[in-house]
Every structure is written in C-alpha cells, then in structure tokens.
C-alpha cells in the first residue's frame, strides 16, 4: 500500500496522533481515521504493545489479506475483504485481538458495535446489520477453518437503546435486546449453514423471541430470520454468538459502555455530556436549556441503572449466547418491610417530668418481648400548635419503631437536640438534664431499652435572643472565627472512609 493511498482509506481522511496504552509507557505514534479520536488511538497502541508506530490501514490489511486468500481458495463469492475493511472504517464492526495479531488459539471472536447500525432518523438499518453478522461469521471461519465455536457479539447497547428512547431497565429495552439478539444469532445460522460443504453439522434451535415490541421491524425481521434458519437445519459452528470481551476492541469501535453494560457516568471523559444522555435528550424532545431548567427544578433526567440492572438484562439474553461476561446478579425486588402489630393489651411505663420548669408525660408500649413499639409524649401547659407537632412526632416514631427502625438510630439523631424548653431535669434520676423535651425523651428511652447510661451530660445553655448581645451590636471582623459548637459529641473526632 502505497503512501498516497493510505492518506485517504476507505474515504476517511487519515490523521496521527501520539499515545500510549497507558501512562507509564512511552507514545508511539497511531495513524488512523480522523474521526476515531484519542480513545480509539489509545486501544491500537494496547493491540500492538512494543511497536514504534502503529498504522491502521496496514494493521487492517495484515488480517484482511489471508483471509481474503482463503475465500478465493474456497471459490467463495464476494468482496469479503472490502467488506471488512468498511466495517473497521466505519466502526461498525471489528475481530478480536487474536486475529488482528494473527495468533492460534482461543475461541475467534468479532464485535458488532450496534448504534452504528442507526440511521440519522434513529432507525435501525437491519438488512446491513445482517449483512454485517454473515460477513464476520464468513471471516472468522475462513481465518481459523479448524474452531467449532465462535464468539459473536455486540456492544453499546446502552446508546442503542437511548437513541431509541428506552429506558436501560425497562422491560420493553430487554425485548428489543433479546429480539436483536434473535436476528443475530438467526443471520450467524444462516451464514454457518452456507460453510457446511456437505459436512455433518449442528441442530439449528431456535430461540423464543418476545411476543410483541416497541419496534415492530425488528421482530418481523427476527422472525423471518429464525424461519429460514430453521429450514436451513444445520450449521458449521457448535456456537456462535458469545461475548469475547476485550475492551480495546470496543474503544477502537467508540462503545461508551463495553457489551450491553448500562452506562456508569453521564459525563465523558473530555468533562462533557456523554453521547447516551444526548441521545436520551434528544429522544426527548429536550434542548439543553430545557435539560438545565428541569435539572434545577429537582427533575432527575439521567438517572443512573440500579446495581443488578446488568445482571436482568444478561438474563434475556441467556437463550441467545453461548456465553456472557461476569456480571452483577439480578438484585430482586426490593421488599417492603411488613409492620408489627402491637398486642391489644401491652406493658410500658409512664414517666412523669419537669424538663426546665415544664412537666412532660412520657409513655411507651411494648411488645410481648419486652421491645419498644410506641410511645405517646403528652405536654401539660404548652400551646396547642406545639402539642399538636409533639403528637405527630410520636406517632412517626412509633410507625418507624413498628417498621423496625432501630431505637439506636432515633437515640442518636434526636439526643443533644437544642430548643426550648430545656434545663434541669426533675424527676426522672437517671437524666438530670436536657438541652430540650426531644432530648430528655430518648435519653429516658436510651437508658431504659438500650441500657446505655453513658451518653455525654447535657451542657445547658442560656436561652437564645434576638440581637441584644455586644457579639450580635459587633462588627463582623475578617479574622473573627465561630465559637466552638457546644454539641458533646462533636468534641471527638470521627474518621470517615
């Protein structure tokens, strides 16, 4: 290949850039695509590690060329070299690592990068997603004629299915990717069975395909290619479809996530928005203006999958593959606590204070075990907005206790609370004092149902004013530093991971 010819390969302009497929070794040189970028330069220095330079065209070629020989020894019909070469140029498609390095050994594998296969409408062109299917199937066999088992797969499902409008987990986006996956795999028989040449084969099966989809093209398309796969019987290979991963590969074809993994940022790694939240804006009808208003008006626009979202979604595609990646699980359904029902007739107690001159009624009801299960507060002299608040409090602490929220978890968020009333406390001996009613509540809780008699003494105060003090009159000076917080327990320090 001339020098003039690899200045313009397969109508793309040809560009160098310097990486390195990582940071502590040295740049090469990789000459590829203009419009393949960083990333994909970066996985051509990973494919070929120790070499000075790195030159796509001529690295396409070195795999091309014998399998190319080999069609013609086998007087097999097509240009089946210039249609590799345009699925590596327009990214749409690319072998595994082991055929680009012309090595033996292993299961052949060839991704197919599906949102390449969208047309600027959003529309899937699926009579060239088949003829790319039959394509690799053809080129890994003539490339290793003597493996039973082949490992087709895909990758970025997740712009795929943002571009379409379907959300990663829904079950309509796991139709569309079980139903694309029956195509093919349906096209992959189609293109083993024509290797046969009179040879004992495999069994076709086929795979159920959902019953109905947002897409109806694609499960007619689905349908008529199991249809003629099955009449067709047998085929070369023992598997087909099984995901070989090798992140390079993906990165050289521009996947944003690897194989049909959902999306883990909503941002690029250039800081900008990634390419699935453009689309799902797009699908939307949203400009980033009205994405930025909805954004700080509190709507979630680009939530991210829940853990084991990947885990259902390998579970779909199960019937289709020989093999998956190690995924996360499928996480079940989230249970909702059930509520347990106090007996009719319970024990407890009714302590009765004084928290800073103000008498408090302290009543709780316990289950057959001794547990805590409500507790009612009763106030004698306050106002009545003031009662009202401190009944409701007590019952969504009693329907939280009844959940199974634990007693510790309200001792430690509503002790040391600092309002008034608050001081000394009487008759209670075991809390002597009180920075406010909530906090003498559940110190007497936290002693009686959690023996725990050593939380921090309360510290009292004066009550709070309204600009009588010289601190409040002061002028607020460049150097004047807040006192210490008089919450106890923020005196120690607390290591967080």
């Known amino acids: 290949m001339s020098e003039a010819d690899k200045m313009d390969w397969q109508g793309h302009k040809l560009i160098t850039l310097a990486a390195s497929p990582d940071p502590d ?15 994909a330069a970066q996985a051509l ?23 190319a020989a080999r069609a013609v020894t086998a007087g097999l019909e097509g240009d089946i070299a210039g249609q590799l070469r345009a699925l590596v140029a327009t990214r749409r498609g690319a072998p595994c690592a082991r055929i680009w390095r012309n090595r033996a050994g292993g299961v052949p594998g060839f991704c197919l990068n599906l949102p390449a ?42 712009l795929l299915l943002a571009r379409l409008g379907l959300p990663y987990e829904s079950a309509m986006a796991r139709d569309v990717a079980a139903a694309l996956s029956g195509f093919i795999a349906a096209q992959a028989d189609l293109a083993s069975s024509a290797l046969l040449n009179g040879a004992p084969g495999f069994a076709i099966a086929v795979p159920q395909l959902p019953a109905s989809l947002p897409l109806p ?47 883990l940022s909503a941002t690029a790694p250039d800081g900008g928005l990634a390419g699935w939240v453009r689309a799902r804006l797009a699908a939307e009808g949203l400009s980033a203006e009205q994405a930025l208003a909805a954004l700080l008006s509190g709507d979630e626009l680009f939530t991210l999958p829940r853990a084991g979202a990947q ?30 029902a106090l007996p009719a007739r319970r024990s407890g107690y009714t302590q009765k204070v004084a928290v800073g001159g ?32 401190m009944d409701a409090f007590a019952i969504a602490v009693s329907i939280g206790l009844q959940h199974g929220v634990d007693l510790k978890d309200y001792v430690e968020a509503f002790t040391f609370t600092r309002f008034g009333p608050s001081g000394a406390v009487e008759g209670d001996a075991a809390v002597p004092a009180a920075t406010s009613m909530l906090d003498y509540v559940f110190r007497n809780l936290a002693v009686n149902y959690l023996g725990q008699t050593n939380l921090p003494p309360a510290t009292l105060e004066e009550a709070d004013t309204v600009g009588d003090g010289a601190s409040e009159r002061a002028p607020l000076l460049p150097l004047d530093l807040p006192a210490p917080a008089p919450r106890e327990r923020r005196k120690a320090l607390k290591l967080v991971s």
């Open 117 to 158: 296969f969208l047309d600027e409408y959003d529309e899937l062109d699926l009579p060239a997603l088949g003829a790319a299917v039959r394509v690799a199937v053809t080129g890994l066999t003539l490339a290793a004629p003597s493996e039973p088992k082949l490992g087709l797969s895909f990758t970025d499902l997740n």
């Open 217 to 263: 093209g694609l499960l007619a398309a689905a349908q008529a290619a199991q249809a003629e796969a099955a009449q067709a019987g047998q085929r070369r290979h023992e598997t087909l479809l099984g995901f070989v991963t090798e992140p390079e590969i993906e990165a050289l074809l521009g996947a944003e996530a690897v194989n049909f993994a959902p999306a």
């Open 311 to 340: 885990g259902v979604m390998a579970e779909s595609l199960k019937p289709f593959f020989a093999f998956l990646p190690s995924v996360a699980p499928a996480a079940p359904a989230p249970s909702r606590r059930m509520r347990e």
């Open 25 to 39: 070794s040295d740049q090469v040189a990789v000459r590829l695509p203009e419009g393949f970028g960083r990333a």
């Open 45 to 67: 220095a990973s494919l070929f590690v120790g070499q000075g330079r790195v030159d796509l065209p001529i690295a396409v070629e070195a795999w091309v060329a014998p399998i």
């Open 358 to 389: 103000h008498k408090l009624f302290l009543s709780t009801g316990e289950y057959a075990n001794g547990k805590l299960g409500e507790i009612f507060i009763a106030l004698h002299k306050e106002g009545a907005a003031f009662r009202g608040l």
